[in-house]
């Protein structure tokens, strides 16, 4: 595992928006480049420069293929607050060569969320699988909806959100946690571990813990994000304040081998 630490937030996705970047531009084959992404507002300064990127003619979308982490059960996609607004509010509305038909959000108006879910991972499968899956976690280390608990080999399906999360989110809705859904579509913790790359981003205090646990702990179904370890390609991205829990002989380390700025 790589732990790729940086002075802040800003130049945590700076670096994250270069390494994909460089991915795109450097693929080659005849298939699309297929890019796996996330929400939340870990991710919004990776999206801005993406954007910047693409504008200035650094960076084209017509070869890649997206497909998201989530979405809320229920929530219909004009909702300011479902996923499938978030993605195209923050990306995909400013892209100036994103194909549509090559964006893929889990439908949370679906009459039949299993079969919804079973395609999804189809529709993956159909594609060669995910190339490069950018993703955040939550203070408690869970991986898309993969709250604490969920299993590691677990497939794209529906998740019961908790408590814990639906207060976390409920700021996005009126500070109301009852508004919140209470469940959600979300890829499992096995289709994100079977990417060929995972980068994740982890920022702020916050998150301290977290990292930890996703770096120096045990894997263990307590923290999602813990399966990582077992990822032979995966990639931390965070700042100088989500490394307040790591151990000195951990940071120095990973400060260390990252000396030779790389991507």
């Given at each position: 595992?790589?732990?790729?630490?940086?002075?802040n937030?800003?130049?945590m996705?700076?670096?994250?928006?270069?390494?994909?970047?460089?991915?795109?531009?450097?693929?080659?084959?005849?298939?699309?480049?297929?890019?796996?992404?996330?929400?939340?507002?870990?991710?919004?300064?990776?999206?801005?420069?993406?954007?910047?990127?693409?504008?200035?003619?650094?960076?084209?979308?017509?070869?890649?293929?997206?497909?998201?982490?989530?979405?809320?059960?229920?929530?219909?996609?004009?909702?300011?607050?479902?996923?499938?607004?978030?993605?195209?509010?923050?990306?995909?509305?400013?892209?100036?060569?994103?194909?549509?038909?090559?964006?893929?959000?889990?439908?949370?108006?679906?009459?039949?969320?299993?079969?919804?879910?079973?395609?999804?991972?189809?529709?993956?499968?159909?594609?060669?699988?995910?190339?490069?899956?950018?993703?955040?976690?939550?203070?408690?280390?869970?991986?898309?909806?993969?709250?604490?608990?969920?299993?590691?080999?677990?497939?794209?399906?529906?998740?019961?959100?908790?408590?814990?999360t639906?207060?976390?989110?409920?700021?996005?809705?009126?500070?109301?946690p009852?508004?919140?859904?209470?469940?959600?579509?979300?890829?499992?913790?096995?289709?994100?571990?079977?990417?060929?790359?995972?980068?994740?981003?982890?920022?702020?205090?916050?998150?301290?813990?977290?990292?930890?646990?996703?770096?120096?702990?045990?894997?263990?179904?307590?923290?999602?994000?813990?399966?990582?370890?077992?990822?032979?390609?995966a990639?931390?991205?965070?700042?100088?304040?989500?490394?307040?829990?790591l151990?000195?002989?951990?940071?120095?380390?990973?400060?260390?081998?990252?000396?030779?700025?790389?991507?």
């Amino acid at each position: 595992m790589r732990v790729v630490i940086q002075e802040n937030y800003e130049k945590m996705c700076k670096w994250a928006a270069d390494y994909i970047a460089a991915k795109i531009n450097a693929h080659k084959e005849d298939r699309p480049f297929v890019l796996g992404l996330p929400t939340g507002s870990s991710p919004i300064g990776v999206y801005k420069e993406l954007v910047r990127k693409n504008q200035a003619g650094e960076l084209s979308f017509k070869n890649v293929v997206t497909f998201n982490m989530d979405e809320y059960l229920g929530l219909p996609r004009e909702h300011d607050q479902s996923y499938w607004y978030f993605m195209h509010d923050n990306l995909f509305d400013h892209l100036t060569d994103m194909k549509p038909e090559n964006i893929n959000i889990l439908n949370g108006m679906t009459d039949d969320p299993e079969a919804e879910c079973a395609a999804y991972e189809a529709k993956i499968a159909s594609y060669g699988g995910i190339d490069l899956f950018m993703g955040g976690i939550g203070v408690d280390g869970h991986l898309a909806f993969n709250e604490p608990f969920t299993s590691l080999s677990s497939r794209t399906g529906v998740r019961a959100l908790t408590t814990d999360t639906r207060i976390v989110n409920s700021r996005f809705f009126g500070n109301d946690p009852e508004k919140v859904p209470a469940y959600a579509l979300s890829v499992g913790i096995g289709t994100v571990t079977d990417s060929k790359e995972v980068l994740v981003l982890i920022n702020g205090h916050n998150k301290a813990r977290a990292l930890a646990a996703t770096v120096e702990g045990g894997v263990s179904q307590k923290w999602t994000c813990s399966a990582l370890q077992l990822h032979p390609a995966a990639i931390i991205a965070c700042d100088e304040a989500a490394c307040g829990e790591l151990t000195v002989d951990a940071y120095k380390y990973f400060l260390d081998i990252e000396k030779e700025e790389r991507l």
